[in-house]
C-alpha cells in the first residue's frame, strides 16, 4: 500500500484550469482517469486525510504511485479526452458498464452496389444504415418479413447473390415477390437502391406517406377495375399496418429521443435505455457496473452517456436524450452531444405528461434487471470465491490465486508445433491478454520441450520488462545462473525462437515486445500467482525447470491431466486428486480446455494456410495479380506444369523470366501423390487425408498420438 503523500504534487505545480489526470499504480499502469474543472482543486481533494476520502477512493490513492495530468481549452475537450483515454487504457477503478448481451440490429448496406437488409451486431459499420437495437433478432426478422412484400429488398448473402446472378434464376423469395430480385436484373441497381432509400425512410418513422400513397393507388386501381391489383395493396397496407403495430406509440408528435433510467445502492447500479423514434420504442438495452469509484446518480449518467454516443455520430444520437437526474456541470456533455449529433440536442429531467410516465417504465425495468443481476452474481462470486480458495488450498498457496495463467501445446504429428496462454483473472476469462506462440527452437515432436521453450520466453520477458521498469536491481539476481542472466534482456532472444503472435492482433513480435510506458497494458508485464499446464509429471518438471533457470521462485505452478484429472505439483510423486465435485478442479478444467481450444484453433489455422500453399508462392517477384492471371490462362495448376516457357510468356504481364521462374519452381514442387482410405479405396481431399491435431494429454506416462482414442483427446473431435 503506498502513502499518497510519497507522490503528492508540490504546491504550485498543478494549473488552475481545466484538463484530465491519470493516476498510476508501481507497475505503471493507469488505474484511474478523471477530468476536473480545475485541476488544482480536483487534485488537492485526493491527497487530505485518508480517513476523510471515500472508501473505493481511499483504495485507488493507496494503490496509485504517481499522478500526472493534461492541460485543456475547455470542459467539453476534457470530456472527449477522458473518454478517449478510459477506452484505451481500461483503466481498473473507473465505471465501466457491461453490457449484458449483444444487442441485434436491423441493418441496410447502403455502402453496396445493391442494399441488403439483414440482422447485425458488434461494431457499426461505415455506410450501414441502423435501426435498433432489438431486443431478439426473431423480432427483425418478423418485422421484416412483413415490410418486403412492400418493399422488396435483397435479403440474400454474397454468395447467393452471385450464384443467382451466373446461373440466371432468382431464389425463392424472388419468385414469390418478396424480392426484387437484381440479381437476374428484374430491376436495375439504381431502381433497387430506391427501394432501400424507402425501406429505411419507413423503418426511420416516416410511415405516413407510404400509407398514404397505397391507399391512393388501391383506390385508382378498384375505380380502373383492377380488383386484383387493389387487393395486393390491401394486403401491402396491412402488412405495413401490422409492422407498425409492432411498436406502439408512447410519445407523441413523431418524437426522437432516447430515455435513460438508473437503479443503484451502494456497490452496483444499472442502467436501462429506451430507444424512442417516430414516437414508438424501436430498442431497448441495458448495462450494470460495480461503483469501483465515488459517484453521484449525475456521475453515472454522464459515463452512461459517454459509452452509450461515444462512437456514434448524426442521426444516431436523438434530438432529446432525457435522465434521472443531470450531470454537473451539464453544460459540457450538452455540448458534447450537441457536436456529435451535428445539430441541438436538448439534455433534460422529464417533469410531467407521457414522458414522465414512460420514465418510470424505464426506471422499473432498471430497478428489475439490476435484481435479477444481484441474484446471478451472488451466486456466480460465491462459487468463483469457493474454487480459488480450494485450489489455493489443495496447492498449499497463501493466498487465492487471483490470476492464472494455463499453457497447452499442439501440433500435427510433429509438424507446425505451436503453444497457447490463456489467461483467468478471478476465475473469469482475460482474452485480451491471451497469446499463441510458434515453437521454432527445434524440430520434430516433443511436448516437454516445448513447454519449457514456452515458459521460458514468457517469464524472459517479464523479467525484461521488470528490468526496463527498475523494479529489480541486479543485486537480486546476483543468485540465478548463467540462464537467468541471459534470459533478462529480449536482445539475447535467438531468431530461432522469436516468432510469437498475439490473439488480439494477430500481428507477429519479436525482440522488444513491450510498449513505452504509457500505462497500455504490455503483454508480458504482470506475473501470474499460478501457472498451469496442460499435462502431468514431465510437463510440469519442465515448467518447473524452466521457471528456476530464469531465477523466479514466487510463482506456483501444476499441470492438471485429462486421463484421470489428477493435479501434479513439482517434485512430487503423487498427484493430488481433488474431488469430482470440487469447484476448484472444475474451474481448473475450464483453464485447461480453453487453452486446449485456443491451442488447436491456432494450429488449424496454420495447418489450413498450408495446405492452401501453392508451388507459385515459392516464384520471387510474383505477385497475387500475375499469379491469378497464369491459373486462369491455363485453368489449373496441373496445366500450368505441362506448360512450356514459351506458353507461359503468352500470358499478359510474364516476361520471359518470370516465365523460367515459374517452370522451374513448378518442377521443383512435384504434386503430391492422392491419400487413399484403405478401408474403402476412397480418394480423399487434402482436408480429409490430414492426420489429426495432437496436443499434450496431462498423461504422466506418455504423449497421446494421432490414433488415440476421442476420450483423451478431448476437445479436439
Same mark, same amino acid.
Given at each position: 500500500m503506498?502513502?499518497?503523500?510519497?507522490?503528492?504534487?508540490?504546491?504550485?505545480?498543478?494549473?488552475?484550469?481545466?484538463?484530465?489526470?491519470?493516476?498510476?499504480?508501481?507497475?505503471?499502469?493507469?488505474?484511474?482517469?478523471?477530468?476536473?474543472?480545475? *485541476?488544482?482543486?480536483?487534485?488537492?481533494?485526493?491527497?487530505? &486525510?485518508?480517513?476523510? @476520502?471515500?472508501?473505493?477512493?481511499?483504495?485507488?490513492?493507496?494503490?496509485?504511485?504517481?499522478?500526472?495530468?493534461?492541460?485543456v481549452?475547455?470542459?467539453?475537450?476534457? @470530456?472527449?479526452?477522458?473518454?478517449?483515454?478510459?477506452?484505451?487504457?481500461?483503466?481498473?477503478?473507473?465505471?465501466?458498464?457491461?453490457? &449484458?448481451?449483444?444487442?441485434?440490429?436491423?441493418?441496410?448496406?447502403?455502402?453496396?452496389?445493391?442494399?441488403?437488409v439483414?440482422?447485425?451486431?458488434?461494431?457499426?459499420?461505415?455506410?450501414?444504415?441502423?435501426?435498433?437495437?432489438?431486443?431478439?433478432a426473431?423480432?427483425?426478422?418478423?418485422?421484416?418479413?412483413?415490410?418486403?412484400?412492400?418493399?422488396?429488398?435483397?435479403?440474400?448473402?454474397?454468395?447467393?447473390?452471385?450464384n443467382?446472378?451466373?446461373?440466371?434464376?432468382?431464389?425463392?423469395?424472388?419468385?414469390?415477390?418478396?424480392?426484387?430480385?437484381?440479381?437476374?436484373?428484374?430491376?436495375?441497381?439504381?431502381?433497387?437502391?430506391?427501394?432501400?432509400e424507402?425501406?429505411?425512410?419507413?423503418?426511420?418513422?416516416r410511415?405516413?406517406?407510404?400509407?398514404?400513397?397505397?391507399?391512393?393507388?388501391?383506390?385508382?386501381?378498384?375505380?380502373?377495375?383492377?380488383? $386484383?391489383?387493389?387487393?395486393r395493396?390491401r394486403?401491402?397496407?396491412?402488412?405495413?399496418?401490422?409492422?407498425?403495430e409492432?411498436?406502439?406509440?408512447?410519445?407523441?408528435?413523431?418524437?426522437?429521443?432516447? *430515455?435513460?433510467?438508473?437503479?443503484?445502492?451502494?456497490?452496483?447500479?444499472?442502467?436501462?435505455?429506451?430507444?424512442?423514434?417516430g414516437?414508438?420504442?424501436?430498442?431497448?438495452?441495458?448495462?450494470?457496473?460495480?461503483?469501483?469509484?465515488?459517484?453521484?446518480?449525475?456521475?453515472?449518467?454522464?459515463?452512461?452517456?459517454?459509452?452509450l454516443?461515444?462512437?456514434?455520430?448524426?442521426?444516431?444520437?436523438?434530438?432529446?436524450?432525457?435522465?434521472?437526474?443531470?450531470?454537473?456541470p451539464?453544460?459540457?456533455?450538452?455540448?458534447?452531444?450537441?457536436?456529435?449529433?451535428?445539430?441541438?440536442?436538448?439534455?433534460?429531467?422529464?417533469?410531467?405528461?407521457?414522458?414522465?410516465?414512460?420514465?418510470?417504465?424505464?426506471?422499473?425495468?432498471a430497478?428489475? =434487471?439490476?435484481?435479477?443481476?444481484?441474484?446471478k452474481?451472488?451466486?456466480?462470486?460465491?462459487?468463483?470465491?469457493?474454487?480459488?480458495?480450494?485450489?489455493a488450498?489443495? @496447492?498449499?498457496?497463501?493466498? =487465492?490465486?487471483?490470476?492464472?495463467?494455463?499453457?497447452?501445446?499442439?501440433?500435427?504429428?510433429? &509438424?507446425?508445433?505451436?503453444?497457447?496462454?490463456?489467461?483467468?483473472?478471478?476465475?473469469?476469462?482475460?482474452?485480451?491478454?491471451?497469446?499463441?506462440?510458434?515453437?521454432?527452437?527445434?524440430?520434430?515432436?516433443?511436448?516437454?520441450?516445448s513447454?519449457?521453450?514456452?515458459i521460458?520466453?514468457?517469464?524472459?520477458?517479464?523479467?525484461?520488462?521488470k528490468?526496463?521498469?527498475?523494479?529489480w536491481?541486479?543485486?537480486?539476481?546476483?543468485?540465478?545462473?548463467?540462464?537467468?542472466?541471459?534470459?533478462?534482456?529480449?536482445?539475447?532472444?535467438?531468431?530461432?525462437?522469436?516468432?510469437l503472435?498475439?490473439?488480439?492482433?494477430?500481428?507477429?513480435?519479436?525482440?522488444?515486445?513491450?510498449?513505452?510506458?504509457?500505462?497500455r497494458?504490455?503483454?508480458?508485464?504482470?506475473?501470474?500467482?499460478?501457472?498451469?499446464? &496442460?499435462?502431468?509429471?514431465?510437463?510440469?518438471?519442465?515448467?518447473?525447470?524452466?521457471? #528456476?533457470?530464469?531465477?523466479?521462485?514466487?510463482?506456483?505452478?501444476?499441470?492438471?491431466?485429462?486421463?484421470?484429472?489428477?493435479?501434479?505439483?513439482?517434485?512430487?510423486?503423487d498427484?493430488?486428486?481433488?474431488?469430482?465435485?470440487?469447484?476448484? *478442479?472444475?474451474?481448473?478444467?475450464?483453464?485447461? #480446455?480453453?487453452?486446449?481450444?485456443?491451442?488447436?484453433?491456432?494450429?488449424?489455422?496454420?495447418?489450413?494456410k498450408?495446405?492452401?500453399?501453392?508451388?507459385?508462392?515459392?516464384?520471387?517477384?510474383?505477385?497475387?495479380?500475375?499469379?491469378?492471371?497464369l491459373?486462369?490462362?491455363?485453368?489449373?495448376?496441373?496445366k500450368?506444369?505441362?506448360?512450356?516457357?514459351?506458353?507461359?510468356?503468352?500470358?499478359?504481364?510474364?516476361?520471359?523470366?518470370?516465365?523460367?521462374a515459374?517452370?522451374?519452381?513448378?518442377?521443383?514442387?512435384?504434386?503430391?501423390?492422392?491419400?487413399?482410405?484403405?478401408?474403402?479405396?476412397?480418394?480423399?481431399?487434402?482436408?480429409?487425408?490430414?492426420?489429426?491435431?495432437?496436443?499434450?494429454?496431462g498423461s504422466p506416462? $506418455?504423449?497421446?498420438?494421432?490414433?488415440?482414442?476421442?476420450e483423451?483427446r478431448?476437445?479436439?473431435t
Amino acid at each position: 500500500m503506498a502513502d499518497p503523500s510519497s507522490y503528492r504534487p508540490k504546491p504550485g505545480q498543478i494549473p488552475d484550469s481545466p484538463g484530465v489526470y491519470k493516476f498510476r499504480d508501481e507497475h505503471r499502469r493507469v488505474i484511474y482517469v478523471g477530468k476536473a474543472k480545475s *485541476l488544482r482543486q480536483r487534485l488537492a481533494s485526493y491527497f487530505q &486525510d485518508l480517513a476523510g @476520502l471515500h472508501p473505493r477512493t481511499r483504495t485507488m490513492v493507496t494503490t496509485a504511485a504517481s499522478v500526472e495530468w493534461t492541460v485543456v481549452s475547455t470542459e467539453v475537450e476534457a @470530456l472527449q479526452l477522458e473518454y478517449s483515454w478510459i477506452k484505451e487504457f481500461d483503466p481498473r477503478f473507473n465505471v465501466k458498464y457491461r453490457d &449484458d448481451k449483444s444487442y441485434p440490429y436491423l441493418a441496410v448496406t447502403m455502402n453496396e452496389e445493391f442494399p441488403r437488409v439483414q440482422v447485425m451486431r458488434g461494431h457499426k459499420r461505415k455506410g450501414v444504415r441502423y435501426f435498433g437495437p432489438y431486443g431478439h433478432a426473431w423480432a427483425i426478422r418478423d418485422t421484416v418479413d412483413l415490410l418486403l412484400r412492400v418493399f422488396p429488398v435483397r435479403t440474400c448473402s454474397a454468395g447467393v447473390f452471385k450464384n443467382a446472378a451466373r446461373t440466371g434464376r432468382p431464389c425463392l423469395l424472388g419468385y414469390i415477390g418478396k424480392c426484387s430480385a437484381p440479381c437476374v436484373g428484374r430491376v436495375s441497381a439504381e431502381e433497387h437502391r430506391d427501394l432501400a432509400e424507402e425501406f429505411c425512410d419507413f423503418m426511420a418513422g416516416r410511415t405516413g406517406t407510404y400509407i398514404r400513397r397505397l391507399e391512393k393507388q388501391m383506390t385508382d386501381a378498384a375505380e380502373e377495375m383492377e380488383y $386484383e391489383r387493389a387487393a395486393r395493396l390491401r394486403d401491402d397496407i396491412e402488412a405495413l399496418k401490422k409492422a407498425m403495430e409492432k411498436n406502439a406509440v408512447v410519445l407523441a408528435d413523431a418524437t426522437d429521443a432516447d *430515455l435513460m433510467a438508473v437503479a443503484e445502492d451502494e456497490l452496483e447500479a444499472a442502467v436501462q435505455i429506451f430507444h424512442v423514434r417516430g414516437g414508438r420504442v424501436r430498442g431497448q438495452r441495458g448495462w450494470v457496473t460495480d461503483k469501483v469509484e465515488a459517484v453521484t446518480t449525475g456521475d453515472l449518467v454522464e459515463h452512461a452517456l459517454q459509452q452509450l454516443y461515444g462512437e456514434e455520430r448524426g442521426d444516431s444520437v436523438p434530438k432529446e436524450v432525457l435522465v434521472p437526474a443531470l450531470p454537473d456541470p451539464v453544460e459540457p456533455v450538452q455540448e458534447w452531444l450537441t457536436e456529435r449529433r451535428g445539430s441541438n440536442v436538448s439534455l433534460r429531467i422529464p417533469q410531467r405528461g407521457d414522458k414522465k410516465a414512460l420514465m418510470e417504465t424505464v426506471q422499473r425495468n432498471a430497478l428489475q =434487471a439490476l435484481g435479477l443481476h444481484k441474484t446471478k452474481r451472488a451466486s456466480d462470486l460465491t462459487t468463483r470465491s469457493r474454487a480459488l480458495e480450494e485450489i489455493a488450498g489443495a @496447492l498449499d498457496l497463501d493466498s =487465492a490465486p487471483l490470476r492464472i495463467e494455463c499453457f497447452d501445446i499442439s501440433h500435427l504429428q510433429g &509438424d507446425d508445433v505451436v503453444a497457447s496462454m490463456v489467461v483467468f483473472e478471478d476465475g473469469l476469462q482475460r482474452k485480451s491478454e491471451y497469446r499463441r506462440f510458434q515453437i521454432k527452437g527445434f524440430e520434430g515432436q516433443d511436448d516437454v520441450r516445448s513447454m519449457h521453450e514456452v515458459i521460458t520466453r514468457r517469464f524472459r520477458r517479464y523479467l525484461a520488462e521488470k528490468e526496463r521498469t527498475g523494479e529489480w536491481t541486479d543485486g537480486e539476481n546476483a543468485s540465478t545462473d548463467g540462464a537467468s542472466a541471459e534470459g533478462a534482456t529480449l536482445g539475447n532472444v535467438t531468431p530461432a525462437t522469436a516468432t510469437l503472435e498475439s490473439d488480439t492482433t494477430g500481428n507477429a513480435f519479436a525482440g522488444n515486445a513491450f510498449t513505452e510506458e504509457d500505462g497500455r497494458p504490455k503483454r508480458f508485464a504482470y506475473p501470474p500467482q499460478l501457472v498451469v499446464v &496442460d499435462g502431468g509429471q514431465p510437463q510440469v518438471a519442465a515448467a518447473k525447470r524452466a521457471l #528456476d533457470e530464469l531465477g523466479i521462485d514466487d510463482i506456483a505452478v501444476c499441470g492438471l491431466a485429462k486421463r484421470l484429472e489428477e493435479v501434479w505439483l513439482p517434485h512430487e510423486d503423487d498427484p493430488v486428486v481433488l474431488p469430482r465435485t470440487s469447484e476448484g *478442479l472444475y474451474l481448473l478444467q475450464r483453464v485447461r #480446455d480453453e487453452a486446449h481450444r485456443f491451442a488447436i484453433t491456432y494450429q488449424r489455422t496454420k495447418r489450413a494456410k498450408r495446405f492452401k500453399a501453392s508451388p507459385l508462392d515459392e516464384v520471387p517477384g510474383l505477385g497475387e495479380t500475375r499469379k491469378q492471371a497464369l491459373i486462369k490462362h491455363f485453368g489449373s495448376v496441373k496445366k500450368l506444369r505441362s506448360a512450356t516457357i514459351d506458353q507461359i510468356c503468352e500470358v499478359p504481364g510474364i516476361g520471359r523470366k518470370t516465365a523460367e521462374a515459374v517452370a522451374v519452381a513448378l518442377a521443383q514442387a512435384a504434386p503430391a501423390a492422392p491419400a487413399v482410405n484403405t478401408a474403402t479405396g476412397e480418394i480423399m481431399e487434402d482436408e480429409e487425408a490430414g492426420a489429426s491435431v495432437t496436443t499434450t494429454t496431462g498423461s504422466p506416462e $506418455e504423449p497421446v498420438s494421432a490414433g488415440a482414442s476421442h476420450e483423451r483427446r478431448g476437445q479436439e473431435t
